[in-house]
Structures are given as C-alpha cells and as structure tokens.
C-alpha cells in the first residue's frame, strides 16, 4: 500500500503526558499537511511542510505543538504537556506542489486525553 | 467570520433527488476550490476540482461564482452511497495551506 500512513492509529493518554504521532506521506509527494478534527467539525489546519522546511503553522498552534519533517519525507506531530482539549482526530495529508489542493489523508491518529 | 462557511445541514433527501450545496468563502485571494467527500468516521477525500468555467463528473456539477465568492455543488439522481459528509476548501490566496469548511451532511434515504 503506497497511500499516507499514521501512527499510532489510537492514542489514550493522562492530561499533561506527552505525545507524538507519525505520517508517513506518498513517496513522490513534497508537500505534507497536518489538521485536527473534532466531531461535527472540519479539518482544522494546523502545519505544513515542503520537502523538509516549514513554510506555515496556524496561529491555533500552541508552543506545546511542534511538527518536523527532518529529512523531506516522514514527519512526526509532538503535543507536550496534553490538554482535554486536545482530544481530537489528527490528520496527516500530502500531496504534490503541482497539484496542491489534491490532498490525500491518512486514517488518522486518535487522541483522547484523560 | 470563517473563512469558508457551510449549511452543516443535515440534508435528507430520497433516492433518485437533485440536491445542491453552497459554501462561501472570505478571501477573494483563494485561488483553486475543491469538493471533498468524508465519510462517517473515515478520512477525507477529494471529490472533485472547481473550474471557474464550471465542471461535471458523472451525476455531480461543481460551479465557482467568483464574483459572489461561493461556490456550488449539485448532485443528481441520488444514490444511498452519496450519503457522507462534503466540504468545501479554498485553497491560496497569502497561505499556502488548504481551509476546510465544516462540511454538509447527505443523508439519502430509499
């Protein structure tokens, strides 16, 4: 299967641990996106990456957020110091620069933090 | 304001209905526009493109109103399968990044 990955698939933690998801994109696709999304809502733009640089988080993303993308091609989404507010289904999603509105999402990581 | 707005429904709609969904957005800098498709506790997935010109794909028609900064989708002849969750993105203007709005819910029934 060649499709975006994530993992874990499930995560439950205790509010302040800390956690950190996987995406592993399509391998020809430089760009890689990360959102949230809550029930009953949209995905939620948080990050994304072309090849290994940064180029745009949001403003929702707290310090406690970081994302990396150290070589251009995984990346991981580290939350420090878990809220209950950060209970949420995190997206991974990438694409080609050529073709940037065509996203594909991984399954997605759940989070729920007690 | 959001960014791009959306009637989050839910629409109910028999099998066999044309049903049409509109969504508007704020920055008139947003370049391209997409239809996706989620459905219940799945991923999303991309529908289909909007063309300034207007587009169709089979039983679906998707039309950008530049002007009036919304767009459209129409589907025909409605299917049980077509009932999911369908947003509406604007993508560019000064960010790179893809906004979402927060999806309109189909409900087909038999």
């Known amino acids: 299967d060649t499709g975006v990955s994530q993992d874990p698939r499930h995560k439950i933690t205790k509010r302040g641990q800390n956690v950190t998801f996987r995406c592993d994109p399509i391998?020809?696709?430089?760009?890689l996106y990360w959102y949230r999304q809550t029930l009953g809502q949209g995905p939620e733009f948080l990050t994304y990456?072309?090849?290994?640089?940064?180029?745009?988080k949001s403003r929702l993303l707290s310090d406690r957020f970081s994302a990396e993308r150290p070589k251009g091609s995984f990346s991981t989404l580290e939350i420090q110091r878990t809220e209950q507010g950060d209970s949420a289904m995190y997206l991974c999603a990438s694409s080609l620069v050529s073709k940037a509105g065509e996203l594909f999402f991984g399954e997605g990581s759940r989070l729920t933090v007690l | 304001r959001k960014e791009v707005e959306q009637d989050p429904g839910p629409f109910n709609v028999p099998e066999g209905a044309t049903v049409a969904f509109n969504c508007t957005y704020s920055?008139?800098?947003?370049?391209?526009f997409f239809w996706y498709r989620q459905d219940c506790r799945k991923e999303p997935k991309l529908l289909m493109s909007v063309y300034s010109s207007g587009n169709e794909d089979g039983r679906f028609t998707a039309q950008l109103n530049r002007a009036s900064q919304y767009i459209s989708l129409l589907i025909r002849d409605s299917k049980l399968s077509d009932s999911a969750t369908y947003l509406c993105?604007?993508?560019?203007?000064?960010?790179?990044?893809?906004?979402f709005g927060k999806g309109t819910k189909l409900s087909v029934k038999p």
């Open positions: 920055n008139s800098a947003s370049q391209s």
């Open positions: 990456f072309q090849n290994e640089a940064q180029l745009e």
């Open positions: 993105v604007a993508y560019g203007g000064s960010q790179g990044n893809l906004i």
């Open positions: 391998s020809e696709h430089n760009r």
